[in-house]
């Protein structure tokens, strides 16, 4: 066999190492194509989309018994200082004066419809829209819903620029978005960045699924829309999340689907319906499932079914924990009202709730929510008995404190040893409703169901303190 010379096999090497690369270069590109292609450029969806942003300020007249309110708040020793002694730059006694304050929006009509944040325009005597060629135009407030924080204002034009609606329902997390707006009054900013999180519930509003951002939000911005790579407004932006005041890279945006939904009802009725089941709930915890026996933290536990709600009447009772709500399904108790809401009054809903560990499906005719929220929220025997198992004493409730908790059966807590109650957080003067399922009735009836109860294991109670209604899981050993 003929044998290569050495600068032959280098090159013959060189050679198979080259197509061997190609080989994998193709059979790569075959498997998997890029996830990312490159940074977008926002510049043509800035420059079509932007006129229909607007800057909007207000007006607001605090008269001089409001400051005068505000002036007793000062202690009396400073009010006579600065009367007597305050020389020129001192703070002087109130008069009246006006309170001013800056927002966004965006038209959605050619003749002059424009979508806020409620809270940019609330309890303004005086709305000022100015577009993008800096016309002020004077705005009428249609109508304002708080629970949504949603305004829709009104200005007289012919042919305004618009700007396109989306759906925030198409909406993915890791989608590129971008917000138009004027933070701290620099008119027509833009701020890019994606979609963080969806349906992200806040402690302070249960009605709305927020759109979570990294896209930088400050004040001014409140009201303004939030942009999808199309130029379609999928969101209208309205709060941070903020320990400093400014943005900290926690944005919130209202999906548009629902502002939407509200537009059409204020422009209809000037006001916002929304359903309205009548129960109170809380988070299920690791520790309250167990004592439920699921197998996992899930739903919406039942503490409360208001007198004459809709929850009521359908069946619901305390202790239920709901998970599905007309096909969705429900994991946290957050999610509940915001499915409720969006039912009209007088439609029926379906119901999954676990009772007794079985699971059941109730159907409720859905009401209306009462504009007042605590009427939304609202809807004797002497002698003591003790129970060393729980670490518990009762006595028998009287009606004045049934009525006033608007329960039907309970008994007061009036000592609280070492034991399963304290730890759990059972406290003297609540009222304990029910034990392991079982209401009560009276201090007979608790001391049964103590004296049944398993030596080991979790059971609940359901405690009413001051009026709200709590689920606890008690610890047995």
Request: overall charge negative; proline content about 5%; charged content about 25%.
């Amino acid at each position: 066999m003929r044998k290569l010379r050495p600068v032959a096999a280098l090159w013959l090497l060189v050679v198979l190492s080259f197509l061997a690369g190609c080989s994998d270069s193709t059979s790569s590109s075959e498997r998997a194509e890029p996830l990312v292609t490159g940074l977008p450029d926002f510049t043509l969806l800035v420059e079509k989309e932007g006129p229909a942003v607007v800057n909007i300020s207000t007006v607001t007249h605090q008269e001089e018994e409001d400051l005068q309110e505000q002036m007793e708040q000062i202690p009396e020793f400073f009010r006579r200082f600065f009367e007597q002694f305050g020389g020129e730059g001192a703070p002087r006694m109130p008069q009246d004066r006006e309170a001013r304050s800056l927002g966004s929006g965006f038209l959605i009509s050619s003749d002059g419809y424009v979508l806020t944040n409620n809270h940019v325009v609330a309890e303004a005597d005086e709305i000022m829209v100015r577009l993008q060629d800096r016309r002020e135009l004077k705005a009428e407030l249609i109508g304002a819903d708080e629970q949504s924080d949603i305004a829709l204002l009104k200005v007289e034009g012919e042919d305004l620029p618009v700007a396109a609606i989306g759906s925030s329902a198409k909406l993915k997390v890791g989608e590129w978005v971008l917000a138009i707006g004027a933070p701290f009054g620099f008119d027509s900013s833009v701020t890019a960045g994606i979609v963080s999180a969806k349906g992200r519930s806040l402690p302070s509003d249960s009605y709305v699924p927020f759109i979570q951002t990294d896209v930088a939000i400050n004040p001014g911005n409140s009201g303004g829309p939030l942009f999808n790579l199309s130029g379609e407004v999928v969101g209208i932006n309205s709060q941070i999340f903020s320990r400093s005041g400014g943005y900290m890279g926690v944005s919130f945006a209202i999906p548009i689907d629902m502002a939407m939904d509200v537009v059409s009802q204020l422009k209809e009725h000037g006001k916002v319906s929304r359903g309205w089941l009548g129960v109170l709930i809380q988070e299920v915890d690791r520790d309250l499932a167990e004592s439920f026996g699921l197998d996992q933290p899930r739903g919406a536990l039942v503490s409360q079914v208001l007198n004459g709600s809709p929850a009521e009447e359908g069946g619901v009772q305390p202790g239920d924990i709901i998970t599905g709500f007309n096909g969705e399904e429900i994991y946290r108790s957050s999610e509940l009202p915001r499915w409720v809401g969006l039912v009209k009054p007088g439609e029926d809903a379906e119901l999954t709730v676990i009772r007794d560990g079985d699971e059941e499906t109730l159907t409720v005719t859905i009401g209306l929510l009462p504009d007042d929220p605590g009427l939304a929220m609202r809807g004797g025997i002497s002698g003591e008995d003790g129970a060393d198992a729980l670490g518990l004493k009762v006595r028998a409730a009287t009606d004045d404190e049934l009525a006033k908790r608007d329960i039907k059966a309970g008994v007061v807590v009036t000592e609280v040893n070492d034991g399963p109650a304290l730890r759990a957080g059972i406290a003297k003067g609540d009222v304990l409703v029910t034990l392991n399922n079982a209401p009560m009735e009276s201090p007979e009836r608790f001391a049964e169901v103590v004296a049944a109860l398993p030596e080991s294991g979790t059971v609940a109670a359901l405690i009413n303190r001051d009026g709200t209604p709590r689920f606890l899981a008690l610890k047995l050993k």
